[in-house]
């Protein structure tokens, strides 16, 4: 009897978890294939949420978990947490030895686990390959597809970038994002828990979710370290002149999410906002629930752009870090200055939801993306088509 293909797939964030949850789902189903879940970087940590939490009440086991973080959040301690993933991730794929590695999009610490695996001759497959943005994000995730046997776009224009990078067209499998199945599935169910604030906690003053409400998500621009504590004060204050109820989450871990956060900090203390609840983290279908509920999106989360444009919510999206990433017609762009983002968000929340647009796939990602890593027989020795 043929023994099942081990899929390796990890979690190291709360965007990173909601891209590849209905991938695992669809590879635990999937005969011949067996899922193994690796969690690190800030999916381990308190003050980003302990996702790893999350997956486990999901009913997935994880098999091995290991710390890379340097506290810090510049560009040397995000550079050094890179290089240590990479240390932990080599010593895990020795034990668990999958035939296959599975990585999502763009973060630092999906560099460490996509190089751990080619110096291993472990073949990777990989999401959301082929994408411009901007940041080092894009930079990263040119890099990974560049390591990567299997490519998993979200859309066309992304699956010939790939091509156009010299990756055989045979290995490229446009199939959606696997956000977007999430979003197809929890649409259906869109209610919130009526004890939401009490549930989910956060803090700040409980909120009427029955008026139109804001969600924020900003985080930090790599690129433009040194910049985020005004970029946040900027969208603080432009919210702060609309007073509407406004649920807000934490930056990610990236390079100045220390700023981003001291920012919001001290704007809570020092003018006690009554519109303002905060999260450090949500599970993704309780996001997702929010965005369709939502009068206005605001920040710089790719969210907006993704699924988004699937929901139709109205958004804000400011400054560069989705700079070029391919958008429906709910995404109003601005820089960061006050009033700009003030007058985007009023005019947005007037327009009300958008028609749905499904450039980034129909919902069904993840089992075209099982399938193929069922039959799919490639080389560590890649060939390039330049």
Not at 7 to 29: D, E, H, P, Q
Not at 133 to 157: Q, Y
Not at 271 to 288: R, T
Request: charge should be negative; proline fraction near 5%; include cysteine.
């Amino acid at each position: 009897m043929t023994s099942p293909r081990k899929i390796l797939t990890f979690v190291g964030s709360r965007a990173n978890y909601s891209s590849i949850k209905s991938v695992m789902r669809a590879i635990v189903s999937t005969p011949g294939l067996e899922l193994i879940t690796v969690a690190g970087a800030s999916a381990m940590l308190d003050r980003f949420g302990r996702v790893i939490d999350l997956v486990r009440r999901d009913g997935f086991e994880v098999h091995a978990t290991f710390h890379m973080l340097i506290e810090g959040e510049n560009p040397t301690t995000m550079a050094k947490s890179t290089g240590l993933g990479l240390i932990e991730m080599a010593t895990i794929l020795d034990n668990l030895r999958p035939d296959f590695v599975l990585v999502v999009g763009d973060r630092f610490e999906i560099a460490s686990v996509a190089l751990a695996a080619a110096y291993m001759n472990i073949p990777i497959a990989h999401t959301m390959g082929g994408e411009i943005t901007g940041t080092i994000d894009e930079s990263v995730r040119h890099a990974v597809t560049k390591l990567a046997h299997v490519h998993f776009p979200a859309n066309a224009e992304s699956a010939e970038r790939i091509v156009r990078m010299g990756e055989p067209r045979d290995s490229v499998f446009l199939v959606g994002c696997p956000r977007i199945d999430l979003v197809k599935e929890i649409l259906s169910d869109g209610e919130l828990p009526q004890d939401f604030f009490a549930q989910y906690r956060g803090v700040g003053p409980e909120l009427d979710l029955d008026r139109p409400f804001l969600l924020v998500s900003q985080h930090p621009v790599t690129t433009e370290y040194g910049d985020a504590r005004r970029q946040i004060e900027e969208t603080l204050w432009a919210v702060a002149s609309l007073e509407m109820p406004t649920i807000m989450l934490w930056p990610n871990s990236d390079a100045g999410s220390d700023e981003v956060a001291k920012g919001i900090r001290t704007f809570r203390e020092r003018h006690a906002p009554h519109w303002l609840h905060l999260f450090i983290n949500l599970p993704p279908d309780i996001y997702i629930r929010l965005m369709n509920r939502t009068a206005c999106l605001v920040g710089n989360s790719s969210s907006a752009i993704r699924e988004g444009a699937f929901i139709g919510v109205p958004a804000v999206n400011i400054g560069t870090r989705q700079r070029s990433r391919q958008r429906g017609h709910n995404v109003e762009d601005v820089p960061h200055e006050r009033s700009t983002i003030a007058a985007a968000i009023a005019a947005q929340v007037r327009h009300g939801k958008y028609a749905q647009e499904a450039i980034y796939g129909d919902g069904c990602a993840g089992q075209r993306i099982a399938d193929v890593l069922s039959t799919v027989d490639v080389s560590v020795q890649k060939r390039l088509t330049y």
